[in-house]
C-alpha cells in the first residue's frame, strides 16, 4: 500500500512536471527566476544600488573577468582538496554559475560565450573521465577525490546552464544536456546509489543536484528520482533526508558546522521546487521545518562564530555562503527584520530577487537585533533523542552563553561527548571544545582531509568538558552503537535570572548512570552570571572518574602546591585520547575546595571546585605523540577521582575583574567567593556560596522535575525547604 501510495504520488507529481515541460516556463526558473530578473534589471536601469546586492555583483564580475581572461582551463583532475585541480574545477563552478547570472542581468555575449565555452569543454571530457585517481575513503567522483565535491560542483554548474539554456544553439545544448549534465546526475544516483539513498549531508547535496538538473532539462524522471529517491518509495531522497535529519525544532542531526553547509542544498533545492511546483508547498513540509532550521542555524552562534560541537571548523561563521543563501530566502518569505541584522553583518548578499529585498530592506533601515534566545533544540526526528542547550544571560550577541551538549551521537561525525558543555564569555570562548583535527583544503595536511588525530583525540570522550570513566571513551568510540543512545534531559528553564538544564545518561560505561545539572544564575553580588555545575556518577564497580575543564586563557592562580614538570613530560596515558595529553603539573589530593584562576582577554575567571575526598588535579596539554605538529594548543585541568564507586563534582565557575594592560590597569583579579560548601541528601544538593562581603547565596537543586513537589535538606542543623526542581533560597 505504502508503495502504491508513493507510486501515485509520484504519476501526479509527474503529470504537473509534464505540465511544466509543455508550457516550457520561463527560465531561469531555479533559484534566479525570470521575475527576479526583471526586478534586479529595473533596479538597475532606475540606479538604485544596495550595497549588499552590489558587493555580491562586483565579486562575481571579478570572478568572472579574471576567468575570461585567463581563457577555459579544465585540467584533467589529479590532485586532492586543496590542490590546483581541486581548487581549477572548484573555482569553475563558480564561474560558470556566475556567468550565467550575469548574463541575465547585463546581457552581455561575452558571459554567455565563456559560460558555454566551459560548459562545453566539460562536456568534452566528462564521459571517459575515470574515477578520480586520488580517492577519499568515502564514494569517489571523477573530477574530484570524492563525489560530494562532485555535488556541489553540479548544483552550480546547472543554475548557470539554467540561465544561459535559452541563448544556447540547438546542438550546444543538446551536447551541454546529453554530454555532461545527464552523465553527472546520473553518475551522482544510478551508478554511486549507496551515496545517493543515504541520509546524510552527502546525500543531501546529491539529491539537490539531481533535482534541480531535473528541473533545467525539464525532466520529470530526474526530479522524482531526487524527491522520491531511487526506489520512488520515498524511503530515500530530498523528502526522506527532510523528515529524518532535522527535528522539529530544526536541529540537525550532525551539529552546527553541519547544519550550515547541508542547508545549501535543502535551500536551493527547496527554491527550485516552489519555483517549479508550488503546489507541493515544500516550505509548509513539517510545519515548515526547513524555515525553522535556518533560524536554528543562526541560533547556534556566538560573536558570529558556529558552535564547534563534533566535527567542526572553529572559523566557520554566520558570514558563510550557505547561510547568505538562507538568510535571503528566509527574510523573502518571512519579513522578519531581525534577519536583515546577520544579512548586514554578512556584508552581501546573493545575486537573486530574494537577494535584491534583502539588499534593499538593508539599505532603507528595515533592520532590527537579531533575537539571540535562551533555548533548547530537541534531536532526532520526532524530537526524543536528546537536545541541544543554549542558556544565555546578558543583552545582545555577546550576552554570556552555555551551550549543554546534550544530544543524540550525530552519525559518524559526532563526538563521543555527552554532557558536556562550552563556556562564552565576554565575547570570547572560556571554556573550549576543541571541534575537529583538520586543516581544510591544505594539501601538506593530508589534503585537507580529516587528520588521524580527529579519530585519536578531537572525538574521544577525554577531549571534551565531560566526565570520563577509566580513561575509555563513551561506547568505547564506537560511534554505530553511540548512535542507539542518548541522553535524557530532565529539566529545561528559561528564566530572567536563572537558566537551568540537567540531563542523565545510560549505557555510555557499563552499569554506569551520569547525571549533569548546568545552571547559569544571575545574582546582583557578581558583576556576570556564574555557571554552577554538578556532575555525578554511580557504578556497580569502583572506577577512576576524570572530569576535565579545558580553558582558553593565562593560569593565574591555583589554591594549592603544584609540582610542575619543567624539564620532562610523559603522556596522561596510552590510548583513547589520553596520548596526546602532556602532564604539565600535578597538585596535591584535595579535600576541601580547590580554585584555579585564569585571565582570558580582558577578564579574570576562576573555578571552583567541590570535588569527592583525594581527588587529585592535573593541568594537562595537547601535543604528545604528535610528531606531525598536527594538534592544536589547548591546555586543561582535570579533577581525578580513583577507586570509588560513585563521584560527584560541584564546580563554580565566576567572571570578575578587568584588566588593561594598555592603561596598566587591573581591577577585581581576585574571586570574590570565601567559601563554597556543599550537601547532598536525600537526592537533593544545597550549595552554599558564602562571599568574601560576608553575604550568603544559596541554591538548592532537587532533581525531581515535578514543579510542585516540596523538598526539605537538613545542613548545619537548619532544614530548608523549597517546591519545584531549582530555587535560590533567601536567608531568613
Avoid at 534566479?32 to 538597475?44: F, H, M, P
Avoid at 571517459?128 to 577519499?136: G, T, W
Avoid at 542547508?263 to 527547496?270: D, G, I, K, S, T
Avoid at 553580588?525 to 564497580?541: C, G, K, N, R
Wanted: one cysteine or more; glycine letters at 8%.
Amino acid at each position: 500500500m505504502k508503495r502504491l501510495r508513493a507510486l501515485l504520488v509520484a504519476i501526479c507529481a509527474g503529470t504537473m512536471l509534464f505540465i511544466m515541460v509543455d508550457a516550457k516556463a520561463a527560465r531561469p526558473s531555479l533559484i534566479l527566476t525570470a521575475e527576479g530578473v526583471e526586478a534586479i534589471r529595473k533596479s538597475r536601469q532606475a540606479r538604485q544600488t544596495y550595497p549588499l546586492f552590489e558587493a555580491a555583483f562586483e565579486d562575481a564580475k571579478a570572478r568572472v573577468e579574471r576567468s575570461i581572461a585567463e581563457g577555459v582551463l579544465v585540467p584533467t583532475p589529479v590532485d586532492p582538496g586543496g590542490g590546483y585541480t581541486h581548487e581549477r574545477h572548484k573555482e569553475n563552478y563558480k564561474v560558470i554559475h556566475d556567468a550565467g547570472i550575469l548574463f541575465q542581468l547585463l546581457g552581455d555575449k561575452r558571459y554567455l560565450r565563456h559560460a558555454t565555452d566551459m560548459l562545453l569543454a566539460y562536456a568534452e571530457i566528462y564521459e571517459d573521465l575515470p574515477l578520480h585517481p586520488v580517492q577519499k575513503r568515502q564514494s569517489p567522483g571523477k573530477l574530484f577525490w570524492q563525489n560530494l565535491n562532485e555535488s556541489v560542483w553540479l548544483v552550480h554548474v546547472v543554475q548557470g546552464f539554467d540561465a544561459i539554456a535559452d541563448a544556447l544553439s540547438d546542438k550546444d545544448r543538446a551536447i551541454i544536456e546529453d554530454h555532461l549534465l545527464r552523465p553527472v546526475a546520473d553518475f551522482l544516483s544510478l551508478q554511486n546509489p549507496e551515496t545517493f539513498q543515504k541520509i546524510h549531508n552527502h546525500g543531501t547535496w546529491a539529491a539537490a543536484g539531481v533535482g534541480m538538473t531535473g528541473y533545467a532539462l525539464h525532466d520529470p524522471s530526474l526530479v522524482e528520482r531526487a524527491v522520491l529517491g531511487l526506489t520512488g518509495d520515498g524511503t530515500s531522497g530530498f523528502l526522506a533526508q527532510l523528515d529524518q535529519l532535522f527535528s522539529p525544532d530544526g536541529y540537525y542531526t550532525e551539529g552546527p558546522y553541519y547544519q550550515r553547509y547541508a542547508l545549501m542544498p535543502f535551500v536551493l533545492f527547496a527554491q527550485a521546487i516552489d519555483h517549479n511546483e508550488p503546489e507541493r508547498k515544500i516550505f509548509e513540509h513539517r510545519n515548515g521545518v526547513l524555515l525553522k532550521a535556518i533560524d536554528a542555524t543562526i541560533q547556534q552562534s556566538y560573536a558570529g562564530k558556529f558552535f564547534p560541537i563534533n566535527d567542526a571548523i572553529k572559523e566557520k561563521g554566520l558570514d558563510t555562503q550557505e547561510l547568505v543563501y538562507a538568510v535571503a530566502v528566509a527574510f523573502s518569505r518571512t519579513g522578519r527584520n531581525d534577519l536583515l541584522s546577520i544579512a548586514d553583518y554578512q556584508g552581501k548578499t546573493v545575486l537573486t530577487g530574494d537577494g535584491l529585498t534583502v539588499a534593499r530592506a538593508v539599505s532603507e533601515g528595515a533592520g532590527q537585533s537579531f533575537a539571540f534566545r535562551t533555548m533548547m533544540l530537541r534531536d532526532g526526528p520526532d524530537g526524543d533523542q536528546g537536545a541541544l542547550a543554549i542558556l544565555r544571560m546578558g543583552d545582545g550577541p555577546l550576552a554570556q552563553t552555555i551551550v549543554a551538549k546534550n544530544t543524540s551521537q550525530g552519525m559518524g561525525h559526532g563526538h563521543f561527548d555527552k554532557l558536556s558543555y562550552i563556556l562564552y564569555d565576554n565575547g570570547r570562548e572560556i571554556l573550549t571544545d576543541y571541534g575537529a583535527a583538520r586543516f581544510l583544503n591544505v594539501p601538506s595536511k593530508d589534503g585537507g582531509r580529516y587528520l588521524l588525530e580527529n579519530q585519536s583525540w578531537a572525538k574521544q570522550t577525554i577531549a571534551h568538558n565531560t566526565l570520563v570513566v577509566n580513561e575509555s571513551s563513551q561506547f568505547g568510540g564506537d560511534w554505530k552503537r553511540a548512535q542507539k543512545y542518548w541522553p535524557t534531559v530532565r529539566y529545561f528553564e528559561a528564566g530572567e535570572r536563572l537558566n537551568v538544564v540537567s540531563a542523565s545518561l545510560e549505557n555510555a560505561y557499563p552499569d554506569t548512570v551520569i547525571e549533569r545539572t548546568v545552571v547559569q544564575l544571575d545574582h546582583p553580588a557578581f558583576a556576570a552570571p556564574l555557571l554552577i555545575d554538578v556532575m555525578s556518577a554511580s557504578s556497580q564497580e569502583k572506577a577512576t572518574f576524570d572530569l576535565p575543564f579545558y580553558f582558553d586563557g593565562q593560569i593565574v592562580d591555583f589554591s594549592g602546591a603544584l609540582q610542575a614538570n619543567t624539564e620532562s613530560r610523559k603522556p596522561l596515558g596510552q590510548a583513547h585520547g589520553y596520548q596526546h595529553l602532556w602532564v604539565e603539573a600535578t597538585g596535591q589530593p584535595t579535600n576541601g575546595l580547590l580554585r584555579f584562576s585564569w585571565l582570558n582577554a580582558r577578564r579574570f575567571y576562576t573555578l571552583h571546585a567541590v570535588a569527592p575526598e583525594k581527588t587529585k588535579p592535573v593541568f594537562v596539554r595537547t601535543g604528545a605523540n604528535d610528531p606531525d605538529f598536527n594538534l592544536r594548543d589547548q591546555q586543561g585541568l582535570i579533577l581525578r577521582s580513583n577507586g570509588r564507586k560513585a563521584v560527584r563534582f560541584l564546580s563554580v565557575i565566576e567572571p570578575h575583574g578587568i584588566y588593561n594592560p594598555a592603561a596598566e590597569f587591573t581591577a577585581g583579579s581576585d574571586s570574590q567567593i570565601a567559601r563554597i560548601d556543599h550537601v547532598f541528601e536525600a537526592g537533593a544538593d544545597l550549595i552554599k556560596i558564602e562571599m568574601k562581603t560576608g553575604e550568603i547565596i544559596r541554591l538548592a537543586i532537587s532533581n525531581d522535575p515535578d514543579s510542585e513537589k516540596t523538598h526539605r535538606i537538613l545542613s548545619a542543623g537548619h532544614e530548608w525547604a523549597w517546591r519545584g526542581f531549582v530555587t535560590v533560597l533567601e536567608e531568613e
